[in-house]
Structures are given as structure tokens and as C-alpha cells.
């Protein structure tokens, strides 16, 4: 599954999100203990948003971070995008969003339209990296804030044994027994595995011109937190 590449795999990464979107919020709290919803309010505290602000939750899936965005800014214009239509009618369901369907290395935004842009679980599965990074820079506007929350590729160290029995064993029977989809599951563990480290993405993240590149990691070293400015 990791191997595919090019259209081949962004076909497959869509019909896995159609195929788990009704059970893609649950299972992101049983995988991570709950500590998503806490991420999530570190994500908007990093991008530094004001009530007036406009800010572009890119791979949006179900809304959850764009919800997150309104709840501390009420007045801030929030546009959820995504490229699976399915997992977007399932966020509808949960309230109304300013819903946009786009593709992470296409956006239909204009050059410099956006106080902010932000990214929970997305860059792991584009099929150009540095293309995603590149687009989400040129929609910010000048000083505007990018927050892109992923997986990270763990080091290794003494908890790794048990990180690598969450990921393959625990992940794919949970997400099997609540979506029928085990497959799914098996592709993000290998996602992670298979990602830049967090040192990597910082390193591109300036490549392209980002300022004040930053990053945290977070729960053993398999989720980290980057932020920066254009």
C-alpha cells in the first residue's frame, strides 16, 4: 500500500478516507487516548489568530480542527478543505462548516489569502511533499502562520517494542472491529514508519521559505507539532 505512488496512491488514500469516515473521529480518540482534542487546541494557539483572522484548515476530513479554530475564534472566516467528499458530508452532520473541496497540491485559493493555514493528519498521505508545502505557502499571506500537525517517524529508545505493538497489533484490530476496514489501519501505522522525521520536514518547511521553523513532539515521539511563518 505505502509503495503506490502518483495517482495510483492518492486514488487509494481517497477511497480509504470514504470508506472509514463514519468511524474517523472515534477511532482518532481511541488511538490516541484522547490527546488529539488537546492537540488540536495547541494547533490554533500556535497560529496566533485573531477574530478577524482568516485561516484554511487544509485536509480538513470531518471538520474537527476548523471547529476547534470557531470555538476560540467566533468571528474568525474558516474554510474546512478537503479532497474526500465523504468525509465531509460526514462532518456536515456535526455542524455547519464552510466546506471547500480542494487538492493539497492544487488549492483553488489565491496567492496570499489566508492569516493562516493549518494541517491535522494530512501530509503523510499527499503524493508530493514538498509540492503541499509549497502550495500552502504561497495561499498565506505575508507574516501569516503555518501549523501542520502529523505523524512523525519515532527513534528508537527503550518504549519502541510497545510503540511498534500499538501501531501494527493494537491499531489495525481496534480500527478492523469498529470501521470493517483493517486494511485502513494498517496503512497509517506504515504511514508513520514511513515519513520524514520531524528534522526533515522542518529542514523542507525552510527550503521553501518558511521563517522561524519550529517543531514539538509529542506522544513517545510518533506525533509532532510544526510552526512557522512566511
Do not use: C
Not at 505575508?142 to 527503550?158: E, Y
Not at 476496514?181 to 521553501?208: C, H, I, N, Q
Request: positive net charge; aromatic residues 8%; glycine residues 8%.
Amino acid at each position: 500500500m505505502t509503495q503506490l505512488t502518483g495517482r495510483e496512491r492518492a486514488a487509494y488514500v481517497q477511497n480509504m478516507f470514504t470508506q472509514i469516515a463514519k468511524r474517523y473521529d472515534l477511532m482518532n480518540r481511541l488511538m490516541t487516548g484522547g490527546q488529539d482534542i488537546r492537540w488540536r487546541k495547541m494547533v490554533i494557539k500556535l497560529a496566533r489568530m485573531t477574530n478577524n483572522a482568516s485561516l484554511l484548515d487544509l485536509g480538513t476530513g470531518t471538520g474537527d480542527l476548523a471547529r476547534e479554530a470557531l470555538t476560540q475564534f467566533p468571528q474568525a472566516r474558516i474554510t474546512a478543505a478537503d479532497f474526500t467528499l465523504e468525509m465531509m458530508r460526514v462532518g456536515k452532520k456535526n455542524g455547519s462548516l464552510n466546506f471547500s473541496t480542494a487538492d493539497a497540491l492544487h488549492l483553488p485559493f489565491n496567492d496570499a489569502s489566508f492569516d493562516a493555514v493549518i494541517s491535522g493528519f494530512l501530509m503523510r498521505n499527499v503524493i508530493n511533499l514538498d509540492k503541499a508545502i509549497e502550495e500552502q505557502y504561497r495561499v498565506l499571506k505575508n507574516g501569516g502562520r503555518i501549523v501542520i500537525l502529523d505523524t512523525t517517524r519515532p527513534k528508537k529508545n527503550i518504549l519502541s517494542p510497545f510503540i511498534w505493538i500499538h501501531m501494527h497489533i493494537i491499531i489495525p484490530t481496534l480500527g478492523g472491529l469498529l470501521t470493517g476496514v483493517s486494511e485502513a489501519y494498517r496503512y497509517l501505522p506504515e504511514t508513520t514508519e514511513g515519513f520524514v522525521t520531524a528534522e526533515d520536514m522542518a529542514a523542507r518547511m525552510s527550503k521553501t521559505g518558511f521563517k522561524n521553523v519550529n517543531f514539538k513532539r509529542l506522544m513517545f515521539g510518533t506525533i509532532a507539532i510544526h510552526w512557522a511563518e512566511k
